[in-house]
Each structure stands twice: as C-alpha cells, then as structure tokens.
C-alpha cells in the first residue's frame, strides 16, 4: 500500500468514511455504484487517491480520465487494469475495443475476486465516449439482472453540473441507479479553520474571503504573512492561483449556463435582470446552477410563498473574482495587480462582510444544535419585502414567530450599544416576533462585555470558527 507516501487528509474523512464504508459493503458481495460529484478543486481527487492508498493494490484501480480520444482513453485504462490485476488476468489483444467491453470486463473480474474501479473525471470520457453514462447503466443493469455475488465497487467523479445533469437527473441513464451519491462540497469557514491549523481567527475569514473553501486555495495562502501580500501574490499577479481558478471552474460550464453565472455574480439577482443580462431563457440554467451549488435562490425566512426570489453566488471565492478581479483581469495581467487591489479595497471589505455574515448564520445553526436557540429553529437572514426597507442578518423562527435576531458586522472594533439598538428596532419589524426574543450579536472583535446581559448574546470571530458557545 502507498498510504505512506500521500499527504495526510485534512477536513474530509466524513466523505473518507462513507467510501470506506461503501468498499467494505462491496467485498461482502453487495456491489456498489458510487457517484461522486463537485466542483473542480475540491478535492475529489485527493479523496480518490486516500481510498486508494488504503486499499490491497491488487484490488483497486485508480483512472484518471483526460481529454483524449475513446481509443486513447480505452487504452490508457487497460494498461491501468494490468498494472493492478496482472496482464495474465486480462484478455488477448492490445486493449479494449470499447467502454462496455473494458467495463464488463471489471464486472467479469468482480465475480471472484474484490475490485474497486475509481474513474475520476468521468465527464471526460462523457464528452470522448458519446452515450458513456448509457454504457455504464447497461454493464451495471447486466449485474443486477444476473442475481450473482459481485465485490465490484464503480466510482465515477465529476463536475457537478455535468455528471448531476446529463447522467443522474430525471431521465438520466443513470437516474436513481447509484447506490451511494457524494456531492463534495468546498469547506465552510469553520471547516477551512482546522484544515489550515487554527491559525488567527480574522486571518482565516480574510483567507476564505479570497480562497473559498477549496484546500489547493488555502493551502497556498501564507498564514505568516499579512491580507495584502497574499492577495497581491495569488490575485493580483499574472498566473495566481485565485486570478486563474475562476476560469478553471467556468470552462467546466455550458455557455448558457456561464451567461447566467456571470449576471448573478455581477449582481442582477432577480429572474428578469438576469435574463435580461444573460440573453434568452434562464430559468434550466438557474436550477442546473442551483443542483450544483453554484448559485442559491434565497427568499426572506418567514416571508409569503409569492415573495420573488434572489439569486446569489453562494461560493465564496468565485464571489470574490466576480466582485474583485473579473473586471480588471487585463489589467492584472498587464502588471497593475496592486494598483487594481487598490481600486478595488471597497469591493473586498464588501466580500469580508459577506462571508462574515454568512458564517454568522451557520454558527446560529450550531447555537441551535446547542441548544443555546430553541430546538428546531429554523435560521436564515430576512428582509422586508413590502414598505420601509429593513434587513437582518440573521433570523431565528420558531413555528412561524421570530425566536431571535442577529447582525454580524466585521470592524476591528467590539460591536457596542449602536448595533443593540440596531436589533432592538429590528424587533418591531420582523415576522411576528415573540415577546422577547434572543438578540444575537456577531462581530470581528467580538462584542462589549456589559451588553451580554439576559437575552443578548455576542461572539467574536474565534467562537464563530470553533462553534463553541
């Protein structure tokens, strides 16, 4: 085994554990299809390559799909399955004539013996094998038809959008056929903090402010070194990682859909101004989007089921590139990184805010669990949609009443009596309040002491991250 020379897993034994767990179903006969899916950079891979490291090498088959051709590709994987299973255990000839061949055989294989066959980026052999995912459904039907033992384990990955539309959505040829689906999702805040080491809470958000939660992003980041060192050696210099990863993400992408990902990141969030941005109909691209994580349709918590949805970029560094470099590319790439850093400070304390407050709402979540908030409260933020304007950050309800209220504000100083006030004045406007409810407090610094008296509670970034209490 080969576990000694991989890099340690940080942050995602979870999904570790449940593909463990799927492999240990499947060398007791019960054969398993594995659909595992999410953006680029998130660490499938890694995964993949963990799983592999802990397995027997005779029983596990790790094959990275590229870009080429079907023959290229079929050729490719059959030199991949001598090296594990031994040439002798193969049929004649130089490869294999096709998918349904090459895969048919690996069921063949599985019938005596434990095999896990792990083919990463399958949206490659998608896009080189037309009907790739039919294939798939006819050697994993076959199986199924047959009644006998298999130890066969089948791991697709892929981009979320293309292995979650084309293959596993209604109509699919895989549709409701995988025993165990993974959608990988890039790390929260709090996740993004232990996977970097604990380093300086406001260092961390500042971190996953530009990187999201993508462990290649974070990993580059030099915890030791102050903001905007980091942002100008990773974004504002040509080749940076977090200047050049967007593209990476969008390129996986239909056109139509990256039209449409481009007007919410630009900030049309209603239907109309996206398709007015994007050009002809949205609405498939926005829930192709919306599946894959990439956006998400919020309405106000508490507000009536006619309220109009808005759409936002729910990932955080690709919400970054749109607010901070996607208009000044050119410019970066012309050498004036720092000068477009400069121009652009208001947009990135606008992303810090962002991120600030959408990590406030998931530790509301946690308060919950806690117990500290009622149990079964339901979290989210809210905005008035009719009449003065008004907007909480957080919101807390409790079969339909407003059981708390939160603002989260990142400012170096501890959030005072102006942002209690703030909440107070909010009491009168949310959905049907309770008669006191928890009003909640969230800031970089943390909050002053005297406030957290009786029903007000305040956190600083440090309890945001380590969800403590």
């Known amino acids: ?29 019960k054969p398993q299809l594995i659909v595992m899916s999410g953006p680029r950079r998130v660490g499938k891979t890694f995964l993949l390559q963990h799983l592999h490291a802990l ?3 005779a029983s596990s088959l790790y094959f990275e799909a590229t870009q080429a051709g079907e023959t290229a590709q079929l050729r490719r994987f059959g030199d991949a399955l001598a090296q594990t299973v031994g040439e002798e255990n193969l049929p004649p000839g130089p490869t294999f004539v096709s998918w349904e061949h090459a895969l048919g055989y690996c069921a063949f294989l599985a019938r005596s013996r434990p095999l896990t066959v792990m083919l990463d980026e399958a949206t490659y052999l998608m896009s080189s094998t037309p009907g790739f995912a039919s294939v798939v459904q006819v050697v994993w039907d076959q199986l199924a038809s047959r009644g006998e033992r298999s130890y066969l384990m089948l791991v697709l990955t892929g981009s979320a959008v293309g292995l979650v539309e084309d ?3 209604h109509g699919g040829a895989l549709y409701q056929r995988p025993t165990l689906r993974l959608s990988v999702e ?8 232990s996977f970097a080491g604990k380093p300086d809470p406001a260092s961390l958000f500042e971190a996953y402010a530009a990187c999201g939660g993508y462990p290649l992003h974070l990993d580059a980041w030099d915890f030791d070194r102050p903001a905007p060192e980091n942002l100008l050696r990773l974004a504002g210099t040509p ?10 993400f969008m390129a996986g992408l239909p056109e139509a859909h990256q039209r449409v990902l481009i007007a919410v990141g630009q900030g049309r969030t209603r239907r109309g101004e996206i398709m007015n941005e994007a050009g002809g109909r949205v609405d498939r691209s926005l829930e192709a989007l919306a599946r894959a994580g990439f956006l998400r349709a919020v309405t106000p918590l508490g507000a009536p089921l006619k309220a109009r949805a808005e759409y936002r970029v729910v990932d955080a560094h690709l919400r970054f590139w749109f607010r901070v470099l996607a208009n000044h590319v050119q410019r970066i790439e012309a050498g004036q990184g720092e000068a477009v850093l400069r121009h652009t400070e208001g947009e990135w304390q606008n992303q810090l805010g962002t991120v600030f407050e959408q990590a406030a709402r998931h530790h509301a979540i946690e308060l919950v669990r806690q117990e500290v908030l009622p149990a079964g409260t339901l979290i989210d933020e809210w905005w008035s949609t009719t009449g003065e304007q008004h907007q909480a950050d957080v919101l807390g309800m409790l079969s339909h009443q407003s059981v708390a209220i939160g603002e989260a504000k990142w400012q170096r100083q501890p959030l005072g009596r102006a ?9 009168r406007v949310v959905p049907d309040p309770v008669l006191e409810p928890k009003l909640l407090l969230w800031g970089r610094a943390g909050v002053r002491p005297e406030l957290k008296t009786g029903r007000v509670r305040g956190y600083d970034a440090r309890d945001m991250l380590e969800l403590s209490i």
């Open 419 to 427: 942002e209690l006030e703030q909440l107070r004045r909010l009491e």
């Open 1 to 29: 085994m080969t576990s000694a020379r991989i890099t340690p897993l940080r942050a995602r034994q979870d999904y570790l554990g449940k593909l463990v767990s799927a492999r240990e179903a499947a060398a007791v006969g």
């Open 167 to 169: 293959a596993l959505g």
């Open 55 to 57: 397995a027997e090498p």
């Open 239 to 248: 080749g940076g990682v977090l200047l050049e990863d967007a593209n990476v």
């Open 186 to 193: 890039p790390l929260t805040a709090a996740e993004a903090y």
